[in-house]
């Protein structure tokens, strides 16, 4: 594994307690991260946060993500508690199940967006002027190569996405100037609870699109998502970040 520089930064992982996010935290913590573990389970939290204090610093925040004032009350927490601010990884998601369009509840399909992009845009909106202020940050959203391609029965889940990428591109631009970058990455499916939601011939249909034959590893996704984190990536802003084992070639 190679060593990536974090040493003296503070990382905030929305969606850390289990999945990629979980894996970006490890990997955060290993390179000399204090993380920040934002997520709406807090027994799922608590295993997280006695799981990874052996590598490092480790906090929990218990947090809706799509309410607004509890996004803010996580963040000055969070900056209270560490005195700083410089990376956010946006990893929480959900996937609203499987269905064609016309089928899936108008209530399920909002809830994907209201999690998968608004939660996402609340958390950038309340953790920039942090940033800002220190005159450095690295954002980077986890987005899916559902939002390039479209998966059929998952329009919800890829508009999210898709919504998702397009933010970065937006918000990277406005910050391009300030010390703040701001990335995606556009993973293929990794066998994470998220499958849980999934029809098993959804699954078997995102492997089969997949060049490499195999589902992505959550460390795999980590790595790629640290580095994007580090003060190494230093001229790429508004970037989305092929993690797909050769499915898209955009």
Known sequence: MNQLDMQGRVAVITGGA??????VAQ?????GAAVALW???????????????????????VVELTDEAA??????????RHGRLDALVNSAGITGGNGTTWELAPEVWRRVIEVNLIGCYLTCRAVVPQMLKQGYGRI????????????????HYSASKA???????????ELAKS???VNAVT??????PIFDSMKPEHIEFMLSKIPMGRFLQVDEAASMITWLATEDCAFSTGAVFDLSGGRATY
């Open 18 to 23: 289990q999945g990629i996010g979980y894996a």
């Open 27 to 31: 990997r955060m913590l290993s390179s």
């Open 39 to 61: 997520d709406i389970n807090e027994a799922q939290l608590a295993a997280a946060r006695e799981a990874l204090a052996a590598f490092g610093s480790v906090s929990t925040v």
């Open 71 to 80: 996004v803010d009350a996580a963040t000055r927490a969070t900056v209270e």
């Open 140 to 155: 980077v959203n986890i987005a899916s190569v559902a939002g390039k391609e479209g998966n059929p029965n998952a329009s």
């Open 163 to 173: 919504g998702l990428i397009g933010l970065t591109k937006s918000l990277g631009k």
């Open 179 to 181: 010390g703040v970058l």
């Open 187 to 192: 993973p293929a499916a990794a066998r994470t």
